[in-house]
């Protein structure tokens, strides 16, 4: 059975695990092929409300299989059928992705974790857009992320210098929600996914497809989205709940379940 990407559920959490510690996670096609079906089993699960991505062993994730033998093939080919799938995935998935971050995230691994939604990283975790230092340009969506995440000057600098920056340093950037102690991400991470599998599941849906979609829309256009998605929204059996709940100064209990067919 292939391991290369551990799964476990708990909590309204699916929680996976790069697993290939030995190349730092180094992305090849049986991640790939096993971080595609993990995320399939998540969708199709109605108790899924909430996804965890990490890396086993000393690292989060090296990019790319450098040991795979690269060069001479058609690289963008790999990016068509692997990389770009993937992060469309993760940006179109209606559940939320955190991602922690521990030891080096490095080329689309970095990349890999800037396509999930929350990210939390040990406070002297190391990132950076290797890609540079053997010829290549950031992929995985990198030229999108580091000037929307970062600003344009901090994305420049970070893909042509290749430089490292601290956990610490990436979050005060703004290209991740946050830093903790080293040792402390994933039990952060955890406490994330499990505290977003409470919540209403359907609104965090809509609003991750609003934020996904925005940066091609102006603000006209973008208006008249969330008019649409708050109608959906204001549909669900978790808005009724807050709004309960609010009502009865309780805490409110969502279920994370769609509108009921019909109404
Ligand atoms: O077709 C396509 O796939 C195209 C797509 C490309 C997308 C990309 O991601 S391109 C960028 C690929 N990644 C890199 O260039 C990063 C390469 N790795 C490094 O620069 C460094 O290893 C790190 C900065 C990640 C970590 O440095 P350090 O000093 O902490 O660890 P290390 O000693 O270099 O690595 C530890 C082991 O992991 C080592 O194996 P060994 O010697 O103990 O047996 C090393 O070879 C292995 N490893 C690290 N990165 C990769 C890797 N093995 C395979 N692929 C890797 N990317």
Redesign the pocket.
């Known amino acids: 059975m292939d391991e290369s990407v551990l799964v476990e559920r708990a909590g309204g959490v699916h929680r996976l695990t790069l697993n290939r510690p030995?190349?730092?996670n180094?992305?090849n096609d049986g991640v790939f092929e096993a971080l595609g079906a993990a995320l399939d089993a998540a969708q199709a699960d109605e108790a899924c409300r909430a996804i965890l991505l990490m890396g086993a062993g000393r690292?989060f994730c090296?990019?790319?299989?450098?040991?795979g033998g690269?060069p001479g093939?058609d690289?963008g080919a790999?990016?068509e059928r692997s990389?770009n799938p993937l992060v469309r995935r993760l940006r179109g998935l209606p559940l939320p992705v955190v991602c922690a971050v521990h030891g080096?995230a490095?080329?689309?691994?970095m990349n890999l974790a800037l396509a999930c939604d929350i990210v939390v990283a040990g406070r002297t975790a190391?990132f950076?857009e290797?890609?540079v230092?053997?010829g290549?340009v950031p992929?995985?969506g990198g030229t999108w992320f580091l000037p929307r995440l970062a600003g344009d000057a901090r994305a420049r600098g970070l893909a042509m210098l290749g430089d490292e920056i601290t956990g610490e340093q990436a979050a005060a950037w703004g290209l991740i929600w946050g830093a903790v102690e080293d040792g402390e991400e994933a039990a952060e991470g955890e406490r994330l996914a499990r505290r977003l599998a409470e919540l209403p599941t359907q609104a965090i849906a809509l609003m991750k497809r609003a934020f996904t979609e925005a940066g091609a829309r102006t603000l006209d256009a973008q208006l008249d989205v969330e008019r649409d998605l708050q109608r959906e929204a204001g549909a669900t059996p978790d808005f009724q709940e807050g709004v309960a709940a609010f009502r009865e100064k309780r805490p409110a209990r969502f279920t994370g379940r769609p509108k009921e067919s019909g109404s």
């Open positions: 030995d190349k730092i180094a992305l690292g090296s990019g790319a299989d450098l040991t690269l093939r690289l790999a990016l990389y080096v490095a080329g689309a691994g190391r950076t290797a890609f230092r053997i290549l992929d995985a």
